[in-house]
């Protein structure tokens, strides 16, 4: 094989990077970290769920997840602000009043032998995760914009990039694109497809003394993540807890629903929180602690996600719409995957596309599932709450929540899921027909 600087040259220092750098620093690899920003630095994607303990488990990172501070989570709640009326009698024994609740402990999860996960502080956690990975002996250089990556060498691919106003470039074995929304390879190679089914926006911001009570039931439910329906199509309102007394909100939504300027966006946002008055009168005894952040070009896919001397992992490889908190663990759990490939090529000595086979099915096979489960979602999102509330769907759907969803072509539940969604569709007398939302059932297509 070509000498090179690196064995691996990773773009991106978030939880696919670092996750991906402290792998492959524990097998022995010399691989290096490329990250643009400054860490610290904010960032979305605050709940975790508990597939993510096992990636964390793995890198010797786990018991440092209570000693931060964060939150602990032990499920999910969702709320809606229909009248109990319009979810009943859709389906025999369909007697609910739009309010689901969820404890992760409900199923027992291979590899997973605690009950809770976390919220976190993206960029307390973040950092903290790259720093691991540094200390595990992965190269870290911050402040280092990657401007592409050459490929003319197919054994050794350059990584071109600037440290202050200085071009640089090192080589190496293979190239991890981890560089998160920016998608540098997806870009640069042109395999990046903009989804054209979940084209959301969301609109974000965190306060301090928000009561989390106003939307709880019991007091063993104030830490959960909440996820609360408003009455616009496809539209939702998040609320996690990050401190004891720091909470995120955001809302979701379709992006033709927001205006161009800024203060008609904030506006939108506030009126989205008015629908759920008990979350609006306990925002407003709160305190609004930074500037509303945005957050575009909201779900995309790739047409190929590896080659010869390169993969890509976590959001750089593709981005779903994150109603269930899947970003995270997408993230790590991708680059669990992309390591063992790596790990297993560097021993053959064969960096070629072929030798990541095995971890783009996987990936397909999961993201595909993950995807499947969203859009029924949105079509009919009381069919969820229905499925939650009976016992035989129950934990197949908690499965998934969990973050489980990689070991099997189409689980049984989506099908029937999808199975309901259009017998509702087709009967324009259906209790739920006025609640099915404006995405067509089968729209989706898989980029992966």
Known sequence: MAETDLDVAIVGGGPAGSTMASYLAKGGLKCGVFERELFPRPH?????????????????????????????????VWTSDASPSAYQHGFEGADFD???????????????????????????????????AQKLGAAVYEGVKVSGVDFSDAAAPRVNFTLGSKPLSLSAKVVVDASG??????????????????????????????????????KSLESYIYIHFIPITNSWIWQIPITETVTSIGVVTQRKN?????ESRENFFWNCVKSRPEVYEALKKSTQMRPFKEEADYSYGMSEICGDGFVMVGDAARFVDPIFSSGVSIAMTSAKLASQAILTAAEKGDFRK???????????????????????????????????????????????????????????????????????????????????????????????
Request: aromatic share 14%; proline share 2%.
């Open 44 to 76: 979305v994607g605050e709940s975790l769920v508990p597939a993510t303990t096992r990636a964390l488990r793995d890198i010797g990172f786990l018991d440092q997840m209570d000693e931060c501070g964060f939150v602990r989570k032990f499920g999910a």
């Open 98 to 132: 739009g309010y689901a609740d969820i404890r992760f402990e409900e199923r027992e999860q291979p590899g997973v032998n605690q009950n809770h996960t976390w919220h976190v502080d993206r960029g307390k956690f973040d950092l903290l995760l790259l720093q691991h």
């Open 181 to 218: 929304r920016q998608t540098l390879l997806g870009n640069q190679l042109k395999l990046k497809k903009n989804d054209a089914v979940f084209n959301q926006y969301a609109l974000h911001t965190w306060f301090d003394g928000y009561d989390r009570m106003a939307m709880a039931r019991t």
């Open 258 to 262: 927001f205006e161009k300027s800024k």
């Open 354 to 448: 072929d030798a990541f086979e095995t971890f783009r099915s996987t990936m397909r096979c999961g993201i595909n599932n993950w995807y499947e489960f969203i859009s029924v979602y949105y079509r009919l999102n009381v069919l969820f709450t229905y499925f939650i509330s009976q016992k035989k769907y129950r934990l197949d759907v908690l499965k998934l929540l969990q973050g489980d969803m990689y070991d099997e072509e189409k689980p049984a539940v989506l099908s029937e899921m999808r199975k309901i969604v259009t017998q509702v569709e087709e009967r324009e007398n259906h209790p739920w027909h006025k609640l099915l939302g404006d995405l067509t059932a089968g729209a989706y297509q898989p980029t992966l």
